[in-house]
């Protein structure tokens, strides 16, 4: 069983638990090949800040969160940006503690993880 | 394709027995003035004299549970006078002016020797100048003659009768311009709990009087206020009078608006401090993530707090990451996500 397509219904009618991490590059765009999970798609929009784009029938996202492994310690967090339900984008940044944006290198332990509960169907 | 077609999926319970999760985002309160709740008297009752506006002391939604009513059923006092203790030596009647209210206190009266009408008493009511004047022939008349005298007047009543077979005397029975005192508007207020009851008395009690009775609230009894004045001389009528009603429009502090999810409720607590409240009780938490976006890159997080089993309550707190308390705004953009995992089973 692929553990990674799961699609769990514990958060009620119509919604669905997606998660999934991926690899930032530095100011490369990140690889495709590094995603983990189903149903996105990564891009890198500017220094430190990137789109999660949500495909198929997701009309609207309840819950996010994302948080960041990093090989070594440093003061990086990931932050959430805004939802746009329209192109179902949901944006992600790392941020430094002053929260400016930063750029991550490309490691095989530095990795921005997240999941979303998002909404299908019709309201309930 | 779907994502419900695909193949791929594979649909499965994830909760564990007796497990529940809420989950959703909001946008921020900020931070807002409660509201006090208030309520416009003129429009209740049949006829409007009551033009005041009355409020809750204390801002909060617990103001509109305050209730206000108007009933015709003050108890006045009427003026009087004690003819002996003002100093008449054998008149010891105690007179009244028949209508209850301060109007009598305004009266005096002149007990003076004179040419006497029927048993040798005459009384003239100068309403112009609210004076009353009893005269009597010295020797001859009787304290029961003056009191007999009393009642044939419009204005005034024999309260206490006195000694009827005293002789009034030139020598011991002289008034002049002796005030009636003691006529009293007692409109008053009481309160059960949450509800007051003005008391007046129609066509006596004014707007003023009402709004010098809840101006006068202390103690426990200090919980309603006037909020906008009326008309202080408006005299109020017996359909003034209304039923018990509740002030309204009071608010606690700005609770959040804009969420997706269900089975919670934010409050704005303080700054970088907001209430989750939980729509059901459960055992126990067993796990809560809380996380923040925000529409442009700043030094703000957030982290959860104390959580009360019993008010189902959770505290979020946002911060610089230095850990200073810093406020969400209250941007669309902007949005605090939360997860909680419960337990309703006592098995765990």
């Known amino acids: 069983m692929d553990a990674l397509t799961y699609i769990c219904r514990e958060y009620g009618p119509n919604r669905l638990h997606l998660s999934g991490s991926f690899r930032p590059n530095s100011s490369s765009a990140p690889s495709s090949s590094y995603y983990k999970g189903k149903w996105f798609t990564i891009a890198r929009v500017s220094q430190g800040l990137f789109s999660i784009t949500f495909v198929d029938s997701v009309i609207d996202l309840e819950f996010f969160s994302a948080h960041l492994r990093l090989a070594s310690a440093a003061a990086r967090f990931a932050q959430g940006g805004t939802w746009t339900s329209g192109t179902k984008v949901q944006l992600v940044r790392v941020v430094d503690a002053s929260g400016n944006v930063q750029d991550i290198s490309s490691d095989a332990d530095n990795v921005v993880s997240f999941e979303a509960v998002v909404r299908v169907g019709s309201d309930w | ?348």
Not at chain 2, 79 to 94: R, S, Y
Request: glycine letters at 10%.
């Open chain 2, 1 to 348: 394709m779907t994502l419900f077609d695909s193949p791929r999926v594979k649909e499965m319970q994830c909760d564990f027995p007796g497990e529940h999760r809420v989950h959703g985002s909001f946008v921020a309160p900020t931070q807002g003035a409660a509201a006090k709740a208030f309520k416009a008297l003129v429009t209740l009752g049949v006829s409007h004299e009551l033009d005041t506006v009355v409020e809750a002391k204390t801002a909060g939604a617990a103001g509109n549970a305050i209730t206000v009513a108007l009933t015709n059923d003050a108890t006045n006092a009427k003026a009087f006078i004690n003819f002996g203790t003002a100093g008449c030596g054998k008149l010891n009647t105690i007179m009244e002016f028949k209508t209850a209210g301060v109007a009598g206190n305004l009266w005096k009266v002149n007990v003076v020797p004179g040419s006497g009408g029927a048993e040798g008493v005459n009384i003239e009511e100068d309403v112009t100048n609210k004076i009353l004047t009893i005269m009597y022939e010295t020797a001859v008349s009787t304290v029961t003659n003056v009191e007999t005298a009393i009642g044939t007047t419009t204005n005034f009543q024999v309260k206490t009768g006195g000694t009827g077979a005293n002789v009034l005397a030139a020598a011991t029975d002289l008034l002049e311009q002796s005030p009636l005192a003691g006529g009293t508007v007692s409109s008053s207020i009481s309160r059960t709990g949450t509800a007051f009851i003005i008391h007046y008395t129609a066509t006596v009690t004014t707007v003023a009087h009402v709004e010098a009775l809840i101006a006068a609230l202390a103690g426990a009894d200090d919980i309603m206020d006037v909020k906008t004045g009326g008309t202080g001389t408006n005299t109020l009528v017996a359909n003034t009078a209304f039923a018990a009603t509740s002030l309204a429009g009071g608010a606690d502090a700005t609770v959040a608006t804009t969420y997706k999810g269900k089975g919670f409720t934010v409050s704005y607590v303080a700054a970088g401090e907001y209430l989750v409240t939980f729509k059901d009780k459960f055992t126990a938490l067993k796990e809560v993530e809380v996380f923040a976006c925000l529409a442009t890159a700043a030094d703000l997080k957030v982290q959860t707090g104390a959580f009360d089993l019993t008010a189902k309550t959770l505290e979020i707190h946002s911060m610089t990451h230095a850990g200073v308390a810093t406020d969400f705004t209250a941007n669309a953009g902007d949005r605090i996500n939360l997860k909680a995992i419960f337990s309703n089973s006592t098995g765990g």
